[in-house]
């Protein structure tokens, strides 16, 4: 298990098989994520011989920025290489009112929690390329550390919305939100981490039984089964009425509104009729909708509606006293829909090279 992916238990049962008492433990958490140093020859209050085994144990590896993308923008977009020759994004919102329409300076971090992904989406590039992997718990905390020494800002909201199906990695998941949350970690509070799922109904049923408070946003996409499962293949498995039930157990368990992320795309799902709809099913449950304008995707046909139509629809939701947001552009011009970098630099790379 890589350093990062380590509990404060799992380094005091570590260095206790290395024959260490339990305090290096403490020392070694507030060199990870107090001072952020990962070079153990830097830590210099556990002994010489300590640092040499945990060297070999746990050599230090740090995701390596490959590409960044919109540098002093509200919307910045990391290309991170992970250690096996995988990529993955990570997008920073700074100074925004984000994801909730909430007017604030918050600066937000979106994650990956997978390498690509395989729930196929119909608007979303990560899927484009196939499934590789999951990410382990380390690499999920990892982006954090890496987006805010990369930008020089706190960050005080985190999202799962990157690559992949965070539901769908759910132990490695959970344990990463238990570090970020944790004292001895970076301290962020379990209501400012929302995690974000296609629908995975079993798994939202299992969420809602962990501790912490955690909040969650469900892509819906269409207040229809027939607009939904043509947007999202996984509403053939978990239709509306199944997730709809789930939700409804998430909200009575939690005592916490969900958040309904709504991609507005052109001619597929923008129509008043489906707005009338999603107002009822935001109604039933006291949700949140988030209208967020389809980005365009090389590969993909679906584009964004226009203005009015988007104010249209969101005039629609407001009328029918359904609490809804329509976010402005963030990162359209720097394709920060999820793994368009990655396909965008994976394209540039395997192209032939220039007759010398």
Same mark, same amino acid.
């Given at each position: 298990?890589?350093?990062?992916?380590?509990?404060?238990?799992?380094?005091?049962?570590?260095?206790?098989?290395?024959?260490?008492?339990?305090?290096?433990?403490?020392?070694?958490?507030?060199?990870?994520?107090?001072?952020?140093?990962?070079?153990?020859?830097?830590?210099?209050?556990?002994?010489?011989?300590?640092?040499?085994?945990?060297?070999? /144990?746990?050599?230090? @590896?740090?995701?390596?920025?490959?590409? &960044? *993308?919109?540098? +002093?923008?509200?919307?910045?977009?990391?290309? !991170?290489?992970?250690?096996?020759?995988?990529?993955?994004?990570?997008?920073?919102?700074?100074?925004?009112?984000?994801?909730?329409?909430?007017?604030?300076?918050?600066?937000?971090?979106?994650?990956?929690?997978?390498?690509?992904?395989?729930?196929?989406?119909?608007?979303?590039?990560?899927?484009?390329?196939?499934?590789?992997?999951?990410?382990? /718990?380390?690499?999920? @905390?990892?982006?954090?550390?890496?987006? &805010? *020494?990369?930008? +020089?800002?706190?960050?005080?909201?985190?999202? !799962?919305?990157?690559?992949?199906?965070?539901?769908?990695?759910?132990?490695?998941?959970?344990?990463?939100?238990?570090?970020?949350?944790?004292?001895?970690?970076?301290?962020?509070?379990?209501?400012?981490?929302?995690?974000?799922?296609?629908?995975?109904?079993?798994?939202?049923?299992?969420?809602?039984?962990?501790?912490?408070q955690v909040r969650l946003a469900v892509s819906l996409h269409g207040a229809t089964d027939e607009v939904r499962s043509r947007i999202m293949p996984v509403n053939k498995k978990y239709p509306l009425?199944?997730?709809?039930?789930?939700?409804?157990?998430?909200?009575?368990?939690?005592?916490?509104?969900?958040?309904?992320?709504?991609?507005?795309?052109?001619?597929?799902?923008?129509?008043?009729?489906?707005?009338?709809?999603?107002?009822g099913l935001t109604r039933r449950l006291n949700a949140k909708i988030n209208l967020i304008p389809c980005n365009a995707v090389g590969g993909l046909d679906w584009r964004r509606p226009e203005e009015?139509?988007?104010?249209?629809?969101?005039?629609?939701?407001?009328?029918?006293?359904?609490?809804?947001?329509?976010?402005?552009?963030?990162?359209?011009?720097?394709?920060?829909?999820?793994g368009q970098l990655r396909l965008q630099v994976q394209a540039q790379e395997q192209k032939p090279a220039p007759p010398a």
């Open positions: 298990m890589d350093l990062l992916s380590l509990t404060k238990e799992d380094w005091e049962v570590r260095l206790g098989e290395m024959g260490q008492p339990k305090f290096r433990a403490k020392q070694i958490l507030e060199w990870l994520y107090r001072r952020r140093v990962r070079d153990w020859a830097e830590m210099t209050n556990l002994p010489a011989p300590l640092r040499e085994g945990l060297e070999k /144990a746990f050599p230090p @590896v740090v995701l390596a920025r490959v590409r &960044e *993308a919109g540098a +002093g923008d509200a919307t910045r977009k990391f290309l !991170f290489g992970l250690a096996d020759g995988q990529r993955i994004e990570s997008v920073l919102l700074s100074a925004s009112p984000a994801f909730y329409g909430e007017a604030s300076d918050r600066r937000t971090v979106c994650l990956s929690s997978q390498v690509g992904c395989a729930y196929g989406c119909k608007f979303c590039a990560s899927g484009l390329d196939g499934w590789k992997r999951n990410l382990t /718990a380390g690499e999920m @905390v990892d982006q954090f550390l890496q987006v &805010e *020494a990369l930008s +020089g800002e706190k960050i005080n909201n985190i999202v !799962f919305m990157g690559m992949g199906e965070p539901l769908a990695n759910f132990d490695n998941l959970m344990r990463a939100i238990g570090i970020l949350n944790a004292q001895w970690g970076p301290g962020l509070g379990a209501r400012h981490m929302t995690v974000s799922t296609s629908g995975l109904v079993p798994q939202i049923r299992q969420l809602a039984d962990q501790p912490l009425g199944e997730l709809l039930e789930a939700c409804e157990e998430y909200v009575r368990k939690k005592k916490q509104r969900i958040t309904f992320e709504y991609i507005l795309i052109r001619d597929v799902n923008d129509m008043p009729a489906q707005a009338a709809l999603l107002a009015d139509r988007q104010e249209a629809f969101l005039a629609v939701l407001r009328n029918a006293g359904a609490l809804a947001t329509l976010r402005r552009e963030k990162g359209h011009d720097i394709a920060a829909a999820c």
